[in-house]
């Protein structure tokens, strides 16, 4: 079920709503938390109700295996409990990738349950945390519903258990907010138009130049890439937005996940705008526990790269995804790099011109790098990159252009959109966004503060 699907605008979601705060007159949280963990499980099983088994004993599992870390704090039960998640999300979304290569794709097909690495994700940072003792205890309720809950559980953000078991059983909750439901309804239009509008409009400029094995014309290659490159933004944000804005209704606060992210003035900068809680969890799950930047630069930058290329692997089963993920690492290497040999050598640059420069350097690399993400395999991806660096041309190439007047029209206003107007949490300015400031990074409260 999607959330621009009719079903899903016009029976579940009204269903859940008013359910919902049916029950909140009997001022129960166990109702409300009922009320949503029942709604998520059929939202995820409304597609293939079989994957419920999968979502239910992968949340069974992991709670009983927090439990148990929590009284015993044993590493190798945590090293055994994160690799059998490892393991189960490695077979359902990399098992066909390996088939290829073995020669026995033809033997069975694995369908890829929706969410796996959200809900994969989500799990390993909770037993961590049930590890170090930041956990002392959770109600099986709560932790179902903080891994189920439905509008992150197919897109994201990838949540905390620290941001979202307090608001379970925050009394606020079940309390009516019409300014809520309101902010919440508005929030989750904004994303739909976001969604259905922009990002569907611009798909069908897209496939023809990704699916296609043969070379084009440079002005083909840009169209196509900025086409997705726009697709990608809007689809993903509406998302995102449309998650935040179902939550509010609810009054649950989800963690912003974009801010912008092709404003960017250097690659380490989009990090910190695109998949905000991805880039958090990696941070705190990955990148600190190798050594963060603790050891030395040449650690630090190591450790990077290493982060970058799970990213990669994380995103989908191809090579494509991992050469996606090793290209942002040596992007963020070169962008560390750049920034060390400036302090050290203390050159200057206008800053009117420095900054144009480096956000169109961020920019083409960030839309090469889509390339790569997008294409169906290596070879098309390289194929792609070279027309759009003008190593593919010749006159017939310049005849009959895939990509048309009407197409770049779009591009135009789409990419417009994305780099002038304010996002959604500057438009709708920060006291509509409540969010605990302690739970926000440097960087968000800036947002807030400039919005307000």
Request: charged share 15%; proline share 3%.
């Amino acid at each position: 079920m999607l959330f621009n699907s009719h079903v899903f605008i016009f029976v579940f979601l009204p269903t859940v709503i008013f359910s919902y705060w049916a029950l909140s007159f009997f001022k129960s949280n166990t109702l409300s938390i009922l009320c949503l963990l029942s709604a998520s499980l059929l939202f995820y099983g409304f597609w293939r109700w079989e994957f419920l088994i999968i979502l239910i004993s992968s949340v069974c599992f992991n709670y009983l295996c927090g439990i148990w870390l929590i009284k015993k704090r044993n590493l190798k039960f945590l090293f055994f409990s994160i690799a059998l998640n490892i393991s189960t999300l490695f077979y359902y979304k990399y098992f066909n990738l390996f088939k290829s290569f073995t020669g026995l794709g033809e033997i069975f097909e694995i369908i890829l349950p929706l969410g796996i690495s959200f809900f994969t994700f989500t799990q390993i940072s909770y037993l961590v945390d049930c590890y170090k003792g930041k956990i002392s205890s959770n109600k099986f309720l709560d932790y179902a519903l903080f891994v189920t809950y439905f509008p992150h559980l197919i897109a994201g953000p990838v949540l905390h258990h620290k941001d979202m078991i307090s608001q379970f059983r925050n009394s606020e909750i079940i309390k009516f907010n019409f300014t809520n439901i309101n902010l919440g309804l508005t929030i989750f239009v904004i994303g739909l138009f976001k969604k259905v509008i922009l990002a569907d409009s611009i798909m069908p400029f897209v496939e023809p130049v990704f699916g296609s094995d043969q070379p084009h014309n440079p002005l083909d290659a840009w169209g196509g890439a900025l086409a997705y490159t726009l697709q990608l933004y809007f689809d993903f944000s509406g998302y995102s937005d449309m998650a935040i804005g179902i939550s509010r209704i609810f009054n649950i606060d989800l963690p912003l996940n974009f801010d912008s992210p092709y404003k960017a003035k250097n690659i380490i900068d989009f990090w910190k705008r695109w998949h905000i809680s991805l880039s958090s969890f990696l941070k705190d799950y990955l990148y600190i526990p190798l050594g963060g930047s603790k050891h030395g630069n040449l650690v630090k930058y190591i450790n990077i790269f290493i982060v970058m290329c799970v990213s990669g692997i994380w995103h989908g089963a191809g090579l494509t995804f991992f050469l996606w993920g090793v290209m942002h690492g040596m992007f963020l290497l070169l962008n560390h790099g750049f920034r060390h040999m400036k302090e050290r050598f203390s050159f200057w640059i206008p800053p009117m011109i420095g900054s144009s420069i480096s956000w169109v350097l961020t920019l083409t690399a960030v839309v090469i790098g889509w390339v790569f993400f997008r294409a169906h395999s290596v070879s098309s991806a390289i194929l792609i990159t070279k027309s759009m660096l003008f190593l593919h041309i010749n006159e017939s190439l310049f005849e009959n252009t895939i990509i048309t007047s009407e197409a770049w029209y779009l591009i135009m206003l789409l990419g417009t959109i994305s780099l002038l107007l304010p996002n959604t949490q500057e438009f709708m300015k920060l006291h509509l966004y409540q969010y605990r400031e302690k739970n926000l990074n440097d960087e968000m409260k800036n947002i807030y503060q400039q919005a307000a």
